[in-house]
């Protein structure tokens, strides 16, 4: 029997991603910075494309034909984003800028009106910036503080210690799925179900989950869960916060503004059910029209296939790296996505990444914005190789060869 990964053809997987194919410095681009934001498909430039010359007009606000199909074209994102995370409704999905603008939301309209002084926001030591500075930035205004969960050296969450932190001072906890610097994957079934026993919701950073994963957020149990679109093979400056029905039912709105209303008078205004109460103003809608089809090219392709072809890459690479000599791998959880981050004995991570660029490689280097985690690992920055689907054996070999070349012109 063929397995997923026998019968994926690469080669075929690579000519949907125009990028691919170009060269960076005379040399032909190796791109393992998907992490920071992947490449898009083919199916998704002409989405964009074809919005603009055809479709083009506001949502939600004109009665004529393109209004119309506008706001089809943008609500139907919405209905593949809700199967995406398997939400119960499609009311459940609020979109986003991104991560970042979902996580704030839930900082200042659910947790916010929430927190007196004393209370706490149990996070992990491993958690972006985006997962961490929304809380402090309303723990200021209110006395409460952010506890970070401590970690192993391997990278991975010590569950203990982290449920062993979820006291009645908690108003809420945050995690990220995956680790953008480690790679490891979180139990969140686990931690959610320590949560909910204590009534204390889980809010979900799933950046780095889900253009790997299966996300599927009723079974994980969780109470917030939010994503990137730009990582998950869409346009820049969308995703979601999918959020319970009833947490959102009772949260304020984040921003005010058009589109967010039911009636307005200087006597007072009252607002739109959800999500529309959170989502004023015009949205990026060629974005998420966008987002609608990297949904499903990423359904094409199948996330039980992407999962397998990127175990397969990221056994290969690990080993490939640690044969390097002098290279420090962090973050070699049990379970792991495909984000290898390393630094190389004597080399700054900029100079590495920098001369790995003159050879046509892409990787990451700097503290990813993870200034705790840099910091629990006695390290101002690393670099990082993250890599989707699209990549390839070779790309890994490429990598390693040019690392050995940066050493020696560096030794
Ligand atoms: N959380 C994690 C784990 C991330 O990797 C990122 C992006 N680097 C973010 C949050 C922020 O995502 P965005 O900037 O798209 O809002």
Request: charged residues 20%.
């Amino acid at each position: 029997m063929t397995s997923a990964r026998d019968a994926f053809d690469v080669a075929r997987i690579r000519a949907d991603f125009p990028i691919l194919s170009r060269r960076v410095h005379g040399k032909p681009l190796v791109y393992l910075d998907s992490a920071n934001t992947s490449q898009k498909p083919q199916a998704v430039i002409d989405a964009v494309d074809r919005f603009y010359r055809e479709t083009n007009a506001n949502v939600a606000r004109a009665v004529h034909a393109l209004g119309e199909a506008a706001t089809s074209a943008y609500e139907s994102a919405r209905d593949k984003l809700a199967r995406f995370v398997n939400a119960t409704t499609r009311d459940e999905v609020v979109f986003t800028s991104g991560t970042t603008q979902a996580i704030n939301t839930v900082a200042y309209s659910y947790v916010l009106p929430r927190l007196s002084p004393g209370d706490e926001i149990l996070v992990t030591r491993m958690e972006h910036h985006a997962n961490i500075v929304p809380w402090q930035l309303v723990a200021a205004r209110t006395g409460a503080k952010v506890v970070p969960a401590p970690i192993t050296p391997s990278g991975e969450l010590i569950v203990e210690e982290f449920v062993a932190r979820l006291n009645p001072r908690v108003k809420i906890a945050g995690v990220t799925h995956v680790s953008n610097v480690l790679g490891t994957i979180n139990p969140i079934r686990e931690l959610a179900k320590a949560c909910r026993a204590r009534g204390i919701p889980l809010l979900v950073d799933g950046s780095q989950a889900a253009p790997h994963l299966r996300v599927d957020v009723q079974a994980l149990g969780c109470d917030f869960y939010a994503l990137t679109g730009h990582k998950l093979f869409g346009p820049t400056g969308t995703g979601i916060l999918w959020a319970r029905r009833e947490h959102l039912a009772a949260m304020p709105p984040f921003f005010g503004g058009g589109e967010m209303i039911r009636t307005v008078s200087f006597d007072g205004t009252t607002f739109a059910d959800a999500p529309h109460k959170f989502e004023a103003g015009t949205p990026n809608i060629a974005g998420f029209v966008g987002l609608g089809a990297a949904i499903d090219y990423v359904n094409e392709v199948g996330l039980d296939t992407i999962g397998a072809v990127e175990r397969d890459l990221l056994a290969y690479a690990t080993e490939a790296l640690k044969s390097v000599p002098g290279l420090r791998l962090f973050g070699e959880a049990k379970e792991k996505a495909a984000v290898l981050s390393f630094l190389i004995d004597g080399v700054h991570a900029h100079d590495l990444a920098t001369l790995l660029d003159q050879e046509g490689i892409a990787v990451r280097s700097g503290h990813h914005c993870a200034h705790p985690l840099m910091q629990f690992f006695g390290v101002p920055a690393t670099a990082r190789a993250s890599l989707a689907f699209y990549n390839t054996r070779d790309e890994v070999d490429a990598l390693v060869a040019a690392i050995a070349k940066v050493r020696k012109l560096l030794a």
